[in-house]
């Protein structure tokens, strides 16, 4: 019987862990979740532990960045020199202010990528690897189904607004799950501060805009690893972030916020949800243990 059990429960985590399914609900209706769409994912595995419309179409804004981010990562040197164009020094939204003509290194215009949300450095990075931001977005597309984001289409590296632009949570959390790999993607989205310089001696200082990491703000959240904040009228506010805590990592994705309040706040509710769920087990395992 004990041996019946036992591999009961190895088959168990073995779904589990290797063969994670699209679950009908994990709605906990007891979360608070305020925001349109949201989903707590375990990256390791993919396993969902909480979604709320999490498979349902939504603008990702400059979440977008977290996609652009990794293909860059992946495709150029990041000592190269990047020339700016008129296009993207003339974006609108969100920029660190690049002059046309300009000359910096992909590395630095990750770090305004990723740190400022530049949209003046999501199209300098995607016309120097690609040609164009059509070309781009190729890449883009094709990066996101590895990466198992197969509901996705994306048309620029900014996220700036088009209706033929679109993710969903899930997608969003995938993307996510597969960036935190990347140890420099990490150490950019982790940095507090940076300075972009360019070769005629112009420089932009810049800092981390994620609320998560800011230890005298009202959202400091002491276990965020990194996260990547959007906002436009049509997507609203959006957010993806992750969490790490004794070993365990989380992603969380909340899409379409009425405010930085609103997802911030949901983002949290779910990490605590989440490692919260994750200690209650390793309590009751321990107890078992000591028991049996």
């Known amino acids: 019987m004990k041996i019946l059990q036992k ?3 190895i088959s168990f985590f073995v779904n589990m862990f290797f063969f994670p399914v699209k679950p009908y609900s994990l709605t906990n209706q007891d979360l608070n979740i305020k925001s349109k769409s949201a989903i707590l994912m375990m990256p390791q595995n ?32 990041l000592n190269e020199r990047v020339k ?9 939204g969100t920029k660190v202010g690049l002059y046309a003509g300009g000359l910096y290194t992909v590395e630095d215009l990750l770090y305004g990528l990723l740190l400022n949300s530049g ?5 300098a990075l995607a ?13 883009m597309n094709k990066k996101a189904k590895i990466m198992g984001a197969r509901s996705s289409n994306f048309t620029n590296s900014s996220g700036l607004h088009n209706n033929n632009h679109y993710t969903c949570a899930y997608d969003l959390s995938k993307i996510l ?8 993607f990490v150490e950019i989205s982790t940095s507090k501060f940076h300075t972009i310089l360019g070769i005629n001696g112009d420089y932009f200082s810049i800092s981390n805009q994620n609320q998560l990491l800011l230890k005298n ?3 400091y959240y002491k276990h965020a690893l990194l996260g990547k904040t959007g906002f436009t009228t049509p997507a609203q506010y ?11 990592d989380l992603i969380a994705v909340a899409l379409k916020a009425d405010s930085k309040d609103e997802y911030l706040q949901d983002v949290i509710t779910l990490f605590d949800y989440g490692f919260n769920k994750f200690h209650k087990i390793n309590i009751t395992s321990k107890l078992k243990s000591k028991i049996t």
């Open 177 to 184: 799950s597969y960036a935190i790999k990347n140890k420099k």
């Open 119 to 123: 949209n003046d450095c999501a199209i």
């Open 84 to 92: 700016v164009s008129q296009k993207a020094a003339n974006i609108n």
């Open 238 to 248: 959006t957010f993806a972030a992750s969490a790490r805590n004794n070993n365990i």
């Open 7 to 9: 591999i009961v429960l």
């Open 127 to 139: 016309e120097h690897t690609s040609g164009s931001e059509e070309k781009f977005s190729e890449l």
């Open 217 to 219: 703000g009202k959202y």
């Open 46 to 77: 993919s396993s969902v532990i909480y979604e709320k419309n999490a498979y349902e179409k939504f603008y990702p804004a400059s979440t977008t960045k977290i996609l652009t981010a990794i293909v860059v990562l992946e495709t150029l040197d």
